[in-house]
C-alpha cells in the first residue's frame, strides 16, 4: 500500500515563506509525477504545481514566480517552497503522486491528507 505523507504547513504572515514536504512510502515502482493541489471552503481543489519524473514543471497562473516545485527522487519526495505569500494562497494543501506500484499493477493516483496553510495580513 502506498502512502502520503505531507508537512510544512502553517500559519504564516503575507509576504513569508513555507516549505511543504510530501514524502510517497510503500510499494513503489515508479513515480510518474507529483503535484500540490489545493482547495478553498466553497471552492474546487486546484492543481498549483506538478512535477513529472524527468523534472518537468508546471503551475497555476497566480503562483507563477513565487512557488517551487521540486523533488528528490532518491528520497520519493516532493516539496513546494512557497514564498511571497499572499491571503488568497490560505487554503488546505493536498499532495498527489500518479504511482505505479509494481510491474504487473496500472499507475494511479494517489492523495495525501492535506495540510493547512493560512496566510495572514
Known amino acids: 500500500q502506498v502512502q502520503l505523507v505531507e508537512s510544512g504547513g502553517g500559519l504564516v504572515q503575507a509576504g513569508g515563506s513555507l516549505r511543504l514536504s510530501c514524502a510517497a512510502s510503500g510499494s513503489i515502482f515508479r513515480i510518474n509525477a507529483m503535484g500540490w493541489y489545493r482547495q478553498a471552503p466553497g471552492k474546487q481543489r486546484e492543481l498549483v504545481a506538478a512535477?513529472?519524473?524527468?523534472?518537468?514543471?508546471t503551475y497555476v497562473d497566480s503562483v507563477k514566480g513565487r512557488f517551487t516545485i521540486s523533488r528528490d527522487n532518491a528520497k520519493n519526495t516532493a516539496y513546494l517552497q512557497m514564498n511571497s505569500l499572499k491571503v488568497e494562497d490560505t487554503s488546505v494543501y493536498y499532495c498527489n503522486a500518479r504511482i505505479r506500484p509494481s510491474l504487473l499493477r496500472n499507475e494511479q493516483d494517489y492523495w495525501g491528507q492535506g495540510t493547512q496553510v493560512t496566510v495572514s495580513s
Open positions: 512535477i513529472t519524473s524527468g523534472g518537468s514543471t
